[in-house]
């Protein structure tokens, strides 16, 4: 079993980069296809970006296409989503979540994640 535990948020103006890491502790991490999801205050937790265990497949959500881009480095242990041209409403606590290879389920879904990092927040200011 892998954990994971995220870090690079912080505070930024609109319009602005951050990039987020991902860091895994296990030798198993590359059977793990990996995403990252989001959270707004008072809202539901919100899939944003997934890399399989390879990295031949990547998906966004329709939001963030062409602003974000997902990564991953099996050497490090790590998977990053970089962030780019921030907005307001891309404010809320970002989680990487990871589920073994080949799972059947849909990979947008938290429910089809069993390993869950802690956090990291992101504030965007207008």
């Known amino acids: 079993q892998v954990q994971l535990v995220e870090s690079g948020g912080g505070l930024v103006q609109a319009g602005g980069s951050l990039r987020l890491s991902c860091a895994a502790s296990?030798?198993?991490?590359?059977?793990?296809?990996v995403a990252w999801f989001r959270q707004a205050p008072g809202k539901e937790r919100e899939f944003v970006a997934r890399?399989?265990?390879?990295?031949?497949?990547?998906r966004y959500a329709d939001s963030v296409k062409g602003r974000f881009t997902i990564s991953r480095d099996n050497a490090k242990n790590t998977v990053y989503l970089q962030v780019n041209s921030l907005k307001p409403e891309d404010t809320a606590v970002y989680y990487c979540?990871?589920?073994?290879?080949?799972?059947?389920?849909?990979?947008?879904?938290?429910?089809?994640?069993?390993?869950w990092g802690q956090g990291t927040q992101v504030t965007v200011s207008s």
């Open positions: 296990g030798r198993t991490f590359r059977s793990y296809d």
């Open positions: 979540a990871a589920r073994i290879r080949y799972s059947s389920g849909t990979y947008y879904s938290s429910n089809e994640y069993d390993v």
């Open positions: 890399i399989n265990w390879s990295s031949s497949g990547t």
